[in-house]
């Protein structure tokens, strides 16, 4: 059974910065592709970023040299630091994994997790 399982959210003033991690069990892990979206109150989720199992990374235009995604495949956990962090920022996000490819344009992916909330505000 997949299990994803993410933490670090929590509230910043604009500007600041947080760490995402998302522990992922019951996988291959190293040969998938692990991604992170968000949703924003009142709005539809939507794709952030994603890292493929070769390294390959992708953002979405919104967060491109502000937000990193990473990965550690001894510890399967895959990391998104969140810097300049901006009120629109604000929101759910949400860890997933796909055995093929996390697609962040369509928001497909195989495998959630249950979310971690950012806020960010003055």
């Known amino acids: 059974q997949v299990h994803l399982v993410e933490s670090g959210g929590g509230s910043v003033q604009p500007g600041g910065s947080l760490r995402l991690s998302c522990v992922a069990s019951?996988?291959?892990?190293?040969?998938?592709?692990m991604g992170w979206f968000r949703q924003a109150p009142r709005k539809e989720r939507e794709g952030v970023a994603s890292?493929?199992?070769?390294?390959?990374?992708r953002y979405v235009d919104s967060v491109k040299g502000r937000f990193t995604i990473s990965r550690d495949n001894t510890k399967n956990i895959v990391y998104l630091q969140l810097n300049s962090l901006k009120p629109e920022d604000t929101a759910d996000y949400y860890c997933?994994?796909?055995?093929?490819?996390?697609?962040?344009?369509?928001?497909?992916?195989?495998?959630w997790g249950q979310g971690t909330q950012v806020t960010v505000s003055s």
């Open positions: 890292i493929d199992s070769d390294g390959t990374t």
């Open positions: 997933a994994a796909d055995r093929n490819f996390v697609d962040i344009r369509t928001v497909v992916a195989e495998f």
């Open positions: 019951g996988l291959t892990y190293s040969s998938d592709s």
